[in-house]
């Protein structure tokens, strides 16, 4: 059962914050969710490994060269706020 | 002449035999978007200048003797959450509305080489996450077949465009049926590829483990044209699979004797509408008269898949997620006191409420204290899943079923009960679990509302996928039906 304090906790973790009204309805459908997700521990899985991935992956790297990359005015259009080439966020110190 | 009703195959044979231009094909599918639009609501962004002058750009080709690739000149809608160098990606939500990418996806940069046009950006449940479109932060899609009913989800746009001939073939993602499932409520022709097929670089990523594009068309050759397109390895996305990419088009020859089909009884039983089911039966008996070997099979922790899912996906979503705080690009709140404030309320005024339930969900399933529980648990009856359809590749070269266990549902139906939309997907999360191939095809109506049939391969084994769909296509004509 997912209270209303787990909301709050959850939140502070995915930076989202809800009325009081809204922590009632997220408590009450991920419990209903998480409750139908209980069904998982009928199974044995003791010895079974975790599938995280189908495909057997590596790291994609690129040779370190000098060459054309992405212009700061490109990187800076969707900006919702600048200043000269920096984002400019509020005041942290 | 209706051209926006015509195949891509169709269009390219006149295109080549010069009895009608790229332009005049471009034309005709906004014209038909001007004509039916209001009542579908398929695009978030139309780009008709630039679709003209791409139009144009292919007839002058043609007037100076070049060969056209086969998808040169047609018309392709794009959902909403691949990146478009120049053109709005909103993902449908309010925290990307004016965010426009400075690059192209991959998938993008194919279409271009192919001298496809693109007609425009598509709606969709915000951030993918959705069973009916209904999720989208700016409208709703309606169903072509009927209009106060929904697409499905979450591409649900792509899949309404191309039933409605508001395209004649649309891009779509796919994490846990979202092409499948929407092309099984509008009667179209929808492919989750293999993972790893077609490059994710450039696509908004919802759940990075699962995500998948893939095609929308009207017929089964379409589709092959389209796959031929996007397919192939991508040294920009690191899950993007080295492998040969065969031309799909061979496969379609109309001949499965001999093929062994399995048809898992888990996708057959409660909770499949009856009418549905006898849709599918009746598709049964179609490919054993060609000569196909049907048996009942077992997929035995098919009722897991959807706990599974509702766990992995989330727990992914949530963390790719983590990337919108308004401040290099997309929304920020205004009047935030300091950083982690403006995080919060850009967050909390950007996200829809289904977006903010899987993040919560994801990251209460990722917490200390749950990872074990249900996260990893979760990965480890992935496996399970995984191992399912491995032993039933063993025995047969196909498993069929329903795409979905309903028709599409009316506007509004499930809205308020999540756990109710996302009984939706039973039939197609499991495949992206496992990381396999997929189709829905068009296989008959139950109360004018069209019914997909789901036709499942092994890891990179499209082309037998094709093969079955093709020759199921050639003996029906339920892919020829058009919504009024």
Known sequence: MVS????????????????????????????DILEHARKLQDLNTDNIPPTAHVLPLQNVFREDRVGEHMLVDKVLANAPDRQDNFFKVPKIV | MQLHYLTAHQLHDMLVSKKISAEEITRSVFDRIEQVEEKIRAYVTLTKEQAVSCARLVDKARMEGEALPPLAGIPVAVKDNMCTKGVRTTCASKILYNYIPPYNATVMEHLNEARAVMVGKTNMDEFAMGSSCENSALFTTCNPWDTNRVPGGSSGGSA??????????ALGSDTGGSIRQPASFC????????????????????AS????????????????????????HDPLDSTSAPYDVPDYTSFLTGDIKGVKIGVPREYMGEGIDPAVREVIKKAIDIFTGLGAVLEETTLPHTEYALPAYYLIAPAEASSNLARYDGVRYGYRAEDAGDLVDMFVKTRSEGFGPEVKRRIMLGTYALSAGYYDAYYNKALKVRTLIKADFDRAFEQFDLLLGPTAPVTAFKRGEKVNDPLQMYMVDICTLAVNL????????????????PVGLQLMGRPFGEGDI???????????????????
């Open chain 1, 4 to 31: 209303i304090k787990d909301v709050e906790h959850v939140a502070v973790l995915a930076r989202l914050s809800f009325t009081d009204e809204e922590k009632q309805v997220y408590a009450k459908q991920l419990s």
């Open chain 2, 466 to 484: 094709l093969r079955a769909a093709y020759a199921f296509e050639q003996n029906t004509d339920h892919h020829r039906k058009l919504p009024e």
């Open chain 2, 160 to 169: 309404a465009a191309v039933a409605a001939g508001e395209a004649i073939l």
């Open chain 2, 434 to 449: 496992a990381g396999i191939p997929a189709i829905s095809i068009p296989a008959g109506m139950v109360d004018n509302l």
């Open chain 2, 209 to 232: 483990s699962l995500d998948q594009i893939g095609p929308f068309a009207r017929d089964v050759t379409d589709c092959a044209l389209l796959l031929n397109v996007i397919c192939g």
């Open chain 2, 187 to 206: 009667g179209v022709v929808g492919m989750k590829p293999t993972y790893g097929a077609v490059s994710r670089y450039g696509l908004v990523a919802y």
